[in-house]
T-cell receptor, first 115, second 114 residues
Framework: AQKITQTQPGMFVQEKEAVTLDCTYD???????LFWYKQPSSGEMIFLIY??????QNATEGRYSLNFQKARKSANLVISASQLGDSAMYFC????????????FGGGTRVLVKP | DAGITQSPRHKVTETGTPVTLRCHQT?????MYWYRQDPGHGLRLIHY???????DKGEVSDGYSVSRSKTEDFLLTLESATSSQTSVYFC?????????????FGSGTRLTVV
């Protein structure tokens, strides 16, 4: 079974609008962390935001926020006020503490921001 | 950010030859990881290390071996390269022991097996 599922292979968003990228996960480890990374066409992996399994509040980092719904095992990324530079691949990832802190990735979502 | 360097950045090799990729960090972080990235698969874990001489397999470890004789270096070896190992390889480190520490990635190595 997939541990991390990103169901949107690609999506378009209009500049200045918000976009939500879906991520669901599967784990029996009570201690885990959820990450979002951005990969632009240049190829580097850029950390965006982190949510711990015990965090009570949703994480926010500038224009990025993570909609964490623990019971539904979802950790969706919301990008507000999209910019042309947001065009990239976005990966959701999960760390399971009991599994040696391995980071498992979803298949990614490609976002293209239209002017 | 922890300094992390991968070498080489690009390599073309022939089928059946051995290849070693190097990941070097400038800080004494314990956890190091090797991933490969292929279209449609995201990043998949090959091997990881949780200390000197302490390594374990990831989900796609067949055909790969690793070594970590020093904290700062984590080597990935393809004993006999195959065309299916053509990929982009990323090294990552966990930048601290606590749960709130994230993962920093190297710039990647693009390997082509012909």
């Amino acid at each position: 079974a997939q541990k991390i599922t990103q169901t949107q292979p690609g999506m378009f968003v209009q500049e200045k609008e918000a976009v939500t990228l879906d991520c669901t996960y599967d784990t029996s480890d009570p201690s885990y962390g959820l990450f979002w990374y951005k990969q632009p066409s240049s190829g580097e992996m850029i950390f965006l935001i982190y949510q711990g399994s015990y965090d009570q509040q949703n994480a926010t980092e500038g224009r990025y926020s993570l909609n964490f719904q623990k019971a539904r095992k979802s950790a969706n990324l919301v990008i507000s006020a999209s910019q042309l530079g947001d065009s990239a691949m976005y990966f959701c990832a999960m760390r399971e503490v009991a599994a040696g802190n391995k980071l498992t990735f979803g298949g990614g979502t490609r976002v293209l921001v239209k002017p | 950010d922890a300094g992390i360097t991968q070498s080489p950045r690009h390599k073309v090799t022939e089928t059946g030859t051995p290849v070693t990729l190097r990941c070097h960090q400038t800080e004494n972080h314990r956890y190091m990881y090797w991933y490969r990235q292929d279209p449609g698969h995201g990043l998949r874990l090959i091997h990881y290390s949780y200390g000197v001489k302490d390594t374990d397999k990831g989900e796609v470890s067949d055909g790969y071996s690793v070594s970590r004789s020093k904290t700062e270096d984590f080597l990935l070896t393809l004993e006999s390269a195959t065309s299916s190992q053509t990929s982009v390889y990323f090294c990552a480190i966990k930048a601290g022991e606590g749960d709130n520490y994230g993962y920093t990635f190297g710039s990647g190595t693009r390997l082509t097996v012909v």
